[in-house]
């Protein structure tokens, strides 16, 4: 089969594509034929040799895609040859044609979910749920800004906070992210390189600021971030790039919170609840994951350039 391959960690260029023997699964796994995988910013990292957990050399990138069942192991129950499922992680990497799973990480694919939709999930919709319910305990009738709703984790979070019945502000740095933030169900958008949005989203929720906060730039909005929330308010954590100086007495005024959250840390029972309510919720098309761009997969390279560029428009995904 053809696969990504880095040789060394480095610049995007570093992934190439070649010819590898096709996997084969042992008892408890799913080989599954990959038609679209997803490109996650933390491939970008892992590649460039900066993120804390590395593969060992060679390997094969990616965690997230959809596509066919190919082969099941002897112990394999929930799957048959041809069913259409999604991908929470592979052990053989999921930029490539095939992809080997342990059943565990495989999911059916609801009917009328596009493989490119399904490649959209693993991280970035298990990540957005995790930030929003598991680690911020957000509650319908609550509210949330969801601090860069244009990208993949983003639109995910804007959904589910929607479809749990919160107040739902989200940030986009484009015209055409906004729009896209904004028809996935936020009930106000606002532009997070205008320089007062957070004074209107204050004017917005009548000087109470928000409850939740996802924060997808942290090393930016951190100390913003605790001037607009809420009494008990809680900021997650998502993404950061970067330190940044806080100021802790708007914490002490609040009884408010900062969170963490990595996915890594979700543990397997808090994953599985995780994904049974994805694929309900795609099942019942509260849940449209969207992709903003499809490359062939000998195109990886340009796709965690992109990855990495502003001007987020839902996921990019691979297609083999
Ligand atoms: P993505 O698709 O590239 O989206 C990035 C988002 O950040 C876009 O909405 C982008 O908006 C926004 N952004 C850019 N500048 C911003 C600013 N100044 N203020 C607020 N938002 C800004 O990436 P993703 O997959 O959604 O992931 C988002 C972040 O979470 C990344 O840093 C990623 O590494 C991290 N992450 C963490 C975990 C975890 O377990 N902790 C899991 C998944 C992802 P525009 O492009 O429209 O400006």
Known sequence: MKAIRVHEFGEPDVMRLEEVGDPKPAATQVVVRVRAAGVNPVDAYIRSGAYARKPELPYTPGSDAAGTVESVGAEVRRFKVGDRVYVRWSLSGTYAELALCEEAHVHALPEGVTFAQGAAVGVP??????????????????????????????????????????????????????????????????????????????????????????????????????????PAGRVVVVGSRGRVEIDPRQLIGRDADVR????????????????????????????RPVVGKELPLAEAARSHREVMEPGSYGKIVLVP
């Open 125 to 230: 919709y298990a990540t957005a749920y995790r930030a929003l319910f598991q680690r911020a305990k957000a509650r319908p009738g609550e509210s949330v800004l969801v601090h860069g709703a244009s990208g993949g984790v983003g639109t995910a979070a804007v959904q589910l906070a929607r479809a749990a019945g919160m107040t739902v502000f989200g940030t986009g740095g484009t015209e055409e992210g906004r729009r896209l933030v904004e028809r996935e169900g936020a009930h106000h958008v606002l532009d997070h390189h205008a320089t007062n949005y957070l004074d209107e989203l204050m004017t917005l929720t009548g000087g109470r600021g928000v409850d939740v906060i996802l924060e997808m730039l942290a090393n930016v909005n951190l100390d913003r971030d605790l001037g607009v929330l809420a």
């Open 260 to 287: 963490g959250m990595s996915l890594f840390n979700a543990g397997e029972q808090n994953l599985s609840s995780i994904h049974a309510a994805l694929v309900a919720g795609m099942g019942n098309g509260t849940l």
